[in-house]
């Protein structure tokens, strides 16, 4: 939210400078992110002032040239030649003085210094409208009403100030502050407490007069659920025009574009007291009266971005006697009934709406307005009349008319202010000091909560309305411990802790030993939401059809592309994979550690529930080139599926976790993981899932516009973690003896694997053989016959005791060879 200086200024007297207001603010929970000048003029209007023109003479030998003796109010009189012709002794003028930057006839931005002209002394320039960028006019210099004062800057007398703008990250508890009356109000405690000033608030008012004849209009609240107080009025005889130049730099300064001068003072008004204000062609408002209610399914409405949307019977509208929707309530406008230059009277309205309501029409149809955010975070019910005054007031001011209609104000149930009972050692115990009660009274009097039924120990803290979010007493130690001030607080000399036996293995410990293996090896970590899009599980147009049983909804999302929590990691990575290749980075190694989210229905016997499952995993994603791009022929072959098998093993090994088996999946598996991939693999122990890795499927590819091909790998992080911790750390000695090799080349079933071969081995010679590996593969039906393969394999022998003799490895290569005729059905090829 961004916050002007000036504008807190109106309220308040603020003698310090933009970082130690920034300090303050943060202290008191408005935490500062940053602040910024802002210059409506790249003229420097702070050194421009206004002047008298005490004496003037015109310079011999020249047409235009003028010697002056100007005066501006600092006490000394200065010498400055001019050359307008309209410039003489006695006016009130604009002096710039030298040092400030100034347009020149051609538009370029100069600065005034002190120079002689025609060997008189030239301490400055009285300046034209065009000079001082507020105006084309040059034929001569402006000139002031006589009774304006000396030494005022031209910035103060043109209502164009420098202006300081902070930005404050304000948390959704600070309804109260989501405007500058309200920050004016904090600020206004502290100092009170703090620096025990006795400063005044100078509240916004306004003087509006009852209209000598006024209409009836007629209003008619149909659900005072959604709209607990509803107020306006009407205005006739204005004229839609330009804003002043002061309210487009107040409004373009915390961000907000200026349309007109109507449309810009309720922007003001929200801006300046956080209640938004609506304003409705008079002419558009058939029947001549005003119904608030809700509409039939499916109503057309045309918004005011010309968007036509069909209504939901839970969206409150604006609507007038004929039931035509004008508004959505709170939200939006409508495009017929909004002001336009056309428009010569309005119906001006202030209206207090449910926050639930606000927020869930707002979401269902995407319309986060400034007005939507404002009602969201809960608004001053009691405040809705001051600022239908004040923006009545300011339109009048502006753009002309009058008031004509007694102000409407249906507020059935008032809302009364919170009552909180607190115990003054309460107080004291949460915050962790021992105020007084003299200076607990004396913050919440600074902010105007009040104390009623007071006691030596307790009393009942009476909130004032615009705080919707201080119900309990420990919202009322908050507020106190803003003012009171967090780093007051002081720090004990000791600090009791309880001792916590820390899990084993280490969760972090493990998940950190992962993330650097991966980013030794050339990966970039991700981080992706925990939230999904349901769009593509569900529908027909699901990237990854799932029941929807099994998915997780949010209730009440921010964002309706996010509105469940995500089953698989899959998405995650492939949006960040469709990112970067869009910007050109289509080499991709990726990994991330998050959760996934599903759920399914349990019968418990009396009713139906769900059991959620929580799982943490970390996925890996790569594609593109296997090596950065380089001269060597090596380095142009992309990544496949052995690229990240290779590093699915390698990490698998570096956490210590083996034993597994293996079994292929392919998008015709009956294996859930199996439809996202067009081939892939999963390690598991029985039923216990470790990864599972493969190809993406080019179909769910092409749904989420990746380009390349992709290979992805979802490791359940929970069985990762179990399996370590039943690893147990074993020590040998390097074996001092050689270790023997022996070569076998099988003639298989295709469908036989290599983790067949390699099982079968170990079961067999389990005792002596160290390693097994695959070196070659060779298919040729002609030679081999249909459906056969030729694998070679290695086999590593060695004894930790003992030298191996050739007798005994013969006589275990002859066991493995029956292994694998016998159990594999393999033939030995020879020669």
Request: with cysteine.
């Amino acid at each position: 939210m961004k916050v002007s200086l000036n504008w807190l200024r109106d309220f308040l007297d603020l003698d310090k400078s933009p970082s130690e207001i920034a300090d303050i603010l943060t202290s008191l929970g408005l935490e500062v992110e940053g602040w910024e000048t802002v210059r409506p003029s790249p003229v420097d209007l702070d050194k421009v002032f206004t002047g008298k023109v005490l004496e003037c003479e015109r310079i011999p030998d020249t047409d235009h040239l003028s010697a002056t003796r100007v005066d501006v109010g600092d006490g000394s009189v200065r010498s400055i030649v001019c050359g307008a012709p309209n410039v003489a002794a006695g006016q009130k003028v604009l002096v710039a003085l030298p040092g400030a930057n100034v347009f020149s006839k051609d538009g370029q931005l100069f600065q005034i210094g002190e120079r002689k002209v025609k060997g008189v002394p030239s301490q400055g320039m009285i300046c034209a409208q065009d000079e001082l960028g507020i105006g084309h006019d040059h034929s001569g210099i402006m000139i002031l009403p006589d009774e304006t004062p000396l030494g005022i800057s031209a910035a103060a007398y043109l209502r164009q100030e420098s202006d300081t703008v902070i930005e404050i990250g304000l948390t959704p508890n600070r309804a109260d502050a989501t405007n500058h009356f309200g920050v004016a109000k904090d600020l206004a405690a502290y100092l009170r407490v703090q620096e025990n000033r006795d400063i005044q608030l100078r509240n916004p008012q306004s003087a509006i007069r009852n209209p000598q004849s006024a209409i009836n209009f007629g209003v008619e609240v149909l659900n005072a659920e959604a709209c607990p107080r509803y107020t306006g009025m009407v205005i006739r005889g204005i004229q839609v025009a330009e804003s002043p130049d002061w309210l487009k730099n107040r409004l373009l300064a915390v961000g907000q574009r200026p349309i007109n001068n109507v449309v810009d003072i309720t922007n003001y008004v929200r801006v300046e007291l956080g209640q938004p204000l609506h304003a409705f062609d008079l002419a558009e408002i058939k029947g001549g009266k005003i119904l608030v209610k809700t509409l039939p399914e499916g109503t057309p409405f045309k918004t005011l971005d010309e968007v036509e949307r069909k209504l939901f019977a839970e969206d409150l509208m604006i609507c007038d006697a004929e039931s035509t929707p004008m508004c959505i309530g709170g939200v939006f406008g409508g495009f017929s009934s909004g002001v336009s230059e056309k428009t010569t009277a309005i119906f001006l309205e202030s209206a207090f709406f449910n926050p639930k309501w606000i927020r869930r029409s707002m979401l269902r149809h995407n319309l986060r307005t400034d007005a939507a955010w404002s009602f969201e975070k809960g608004v001053d019910p009691n405040g809705c009349r001051r600022a239908l005054e004040c923006a009545a007031q300011l339109i009048v001011e502006i753009a002309g008319g009058e008031i004509a209609s007694d102000g409407v104000d249906i507020y059935p149930n008032p809302v009364q202010p919170a009552r909180v009972a607190c115990g003054y050692a309460r107080v004291n115990a949460l915050i962790g000091e021992n105020l007084s009660k003299e200076r607990i009274k004396k913050i919440l009097a600074a902010l105007e909560i009040g104390i009623d039924n007071e006691t030596d120990t307790d009393f009942v803290a009476v909130i004032p309305t615009d705080k919707p979010d201080v119900t309990r007493e420990a919202d009322v130690v908050e507020e106190i411990l803003r003012i009171h001030g967090l780093d007051n607080v002081p720090i004990p000399t000791q600090i009791r802790s309880s001792m916590e036996i820390a899990q084993r293995p280490s969760p972090d410990a493990v998940r950190n030993l992962a993330a650097e293996f991966l980013a030794a090896n050339g990966f970039n970590e991700c981080m992706g939401m925990s939230l999904s899009n349901s769009a593509y599980y569900l529908g027909e147009g699901a990237v990854l059809p799932l029941e929807r049983e099994k998915l997780v909804f949010i209730h009440n999302s921010a964002n309706q592309g996010l509105d469940c929590l995500r089953p698989t990691m899959l998405f995650s990575g492939l949006e960040a994979a469709q990112r970067n290749q869009n910007r050109q980075h289509p080499d991709l190694r990726l990994f991330e550690f998050g959760k996934t989210y599903q759920q399914s229905p349990v019968d418990n016997g009396r009713q139906a529930a769900a059991a959620f499952t929580e799982i943490s995993r970390l996925s890996i994603l790569l594609s593109g080139a296997h090596a950065p791009e380089s001269w060597h022929p090596s380095a142009k072959k992309n990544v496949d599926f052995y690229t990240l098998k290779a590093i699915v093993q390698n990490l698998l090994a570096r956490l210590g976790v083996s034993g597994f088996q293996e079994t292929a999946l392919n998008a015709r598996t009956d294996e859930p993981a199996g439809a996202a991939f067009q081939y892939a693999m999963k390690y598991h122990r029985g039923p216990q899932e470790i990864v599972t890795f493969g190809a993406v499927q080019s179909a769910v590819l092409k749904k989420m516009d990746v380009k390349n091909a992709v290979f992805f790998a979802d490791i359940n992080f929970d069985n990762v973690l179990k399996a370590v911790a039943n690893n147990k750390i074993q020590f040998a000695e390097l074996n001092r003896f050689p270790t023997v090799r022996r070569d076998l080349a099988l003639v298989l079933d295709r469908s036989v694997t290599f983790a067949d071969i390699r099982q079968l081995a170990n079961k067999t010679a389990k005792k002596l053989l160290s390693s097994v590996n695959l070196f070659d593969v060779f298919e040729d039906e002609q030679k081999l016959g249909a459906g056969k393969k030729s694998c070679a394999v290695s086999f590593i022998f060695e004894d930790p005791e003992k030298t191996l003799q050739e007798k005994e490895i013969d006589s275990l290569m002859q066991q493995l060879q029956q292994a694998f005729e016998n159990n594999l059905k393999a033939t030995i090829r020879k020669g």
